[in-house]
């Protein structure tokens, strides 16, 4: 279907504000800063477990084919310590300001998982070299929050900029979130207000229009840190819930159990700001749920995909989930993509029917369950023999496929390979040692289906400073997981 859904402020003052009218408008139209597509993207890339005592730095990357510096690092932007473990980003202002003249999207807000320090990036200055602006110290989020572990970051019609945590100081669970002035950028306090808060949490989504916001949890803090343990799984400390916010009187009012142990991590709205339905997708359950707004007016969920485990011999279990853990939904809401880290492969559905979700393109680029490794596929429901090593301009790439960016035209899909420093040292020992890469695929936008551009490849593991590990992906002029209309 086609929504013509334009921001209450356009009339008033046409695309003076950051953003777009609507997600077909970003779909149509051109970034603010870039042109009609997109030519640099900004990654942060991560030293912390990889044994180098290296900072963790933005990275500039160009994308555009025209140029002659394409898919090479174009600036490094290192930052002043240790250990952070830059993760996830997003902006101080987006189509959520559309129609604000005084709003510009010129700082980049980067949370750090690991330290709980917020840094706030210039990348008005100069798009091409981006420069520190700001540093929050964990001490701040400390205590005006009683939070810490920061993940994501949105930024509201109102200016501020709202970042969702994992836990508390100590690293105990506990779903909260913080707000920052979206001048200053000093911690305001909670987002949240009450008693009640959810035992965990990780990522977020809100759709004003239906006065909801809902948000994810991974697991306790204290115990990811070091690693995936089997012997976590059964015992409670794991999410397994999608947890539902009144977004008027920022309290917490209901919890969907979407399974123990289902760990559901990246949550997407349809972009339609009318919408009342999105999908989420669960790491270790392997499983895609719908979840909308039910006819007496609370929320519900139901599974849509399920990824079949694989039956293995030569590895952690003897079974191997797909392990989901990113998920995207196109500008126009026809087509939600998502990555399985463990398998190797990216796939895209149609999802016309919401309901019945349609496989229309998978590609493997990576993965646990490649011939010749030392993981032997013993039972498996979905493929007739395991998928070969995925090589790409002579180089075998390690890892498997990660955090997704779909161009807004939605033509081209960016794929980088690292999860989370701890879990990428413990299923791919090659990954901190090499460096990870990003790919980008070609996506038939008519009919469906992913092709490998063999002409692209940046090389993480390359860095003046030794092979490092890249996580998410950021367009200076907005993407389909930082823009929410509302």
Known sequence: FLFVSVHPNAEKCGACGPGFASPLEAMKGKFETQGPREEIVYVPCIYRNTGRKKPDFLATVDVNPKSPQYCQVIHRLFMPNLGDELHHSGWNACSSCF?????????????????????????????????????????????????????TSHCLGSGEIMISTLGDPAGNGKGGFILLDGETFEIKGNWERGDKVPPMGYDFWYQPRHNVLISTEWGIPKCLGYGFDPNDLKKGRYGRRLNVWDWTTHTYIQAIDVGEDAAPLEIRFLHNP?????????????????????????????????????????????????FITDILISLDDRFLYFSNWLHGDIRQYDISNTRQPKLVGQVFVGGSIAKGGPVTVCGDEELQSQPDPFFIKGKRVPGGPQMIQLSLDGKRLYVTTSLYSAWD??????????????????????????????????????????????????????????????
């Not at 400073?465 to 998410?472: R, S, V, W």
């Open 99 to 151: 129609g604000d003249a005084t709003k510009k999207r010129n700082r980049l807000i980067l949370p750090s998982l690991i330290s709980s320090r917020i840094y706030v990036v210039d990348v008005g200055t100069d798009l091409r070299a981006p420069r520190l602006f700001k540093v929050v110290n964990p001490e701040d989020v400390f205590w005006k929050c009683n939070l810490g572990y920061p993940h």
């Open 274 to 322: 009318d919408a009342a339905e999105g999908f989420v997708g669960c790491t270790i359950s392997s499983a895609i749920h719908r979840f909308y707004k039910t006819e007496v007016g609370d929320w519900a969920a139901e599974k849509v995909i399920q990824v079949p485990s694989k039956k293995v011999e030569g590895w952690l279990l003897p079974e191997m989930p797909g």
């Open 425 to 486: 040292r413990q299923f791919y020992p090659d990954l901190p040692r090499e460096g990870s890469v990003m790919l980008q695929l070609d996506v038939d936008t008519e009919r469906g289906g992913l092709t490998v551009n063999r002409s692209f490849l940046v090389d993480f593991g390359k860095e003046p400073e030794g092979p490092c590990l890249a996580h998410e992906i950021r367009y200076p002029g907005g993407d389909c997981s930082s823009d929410i209309w509302v």
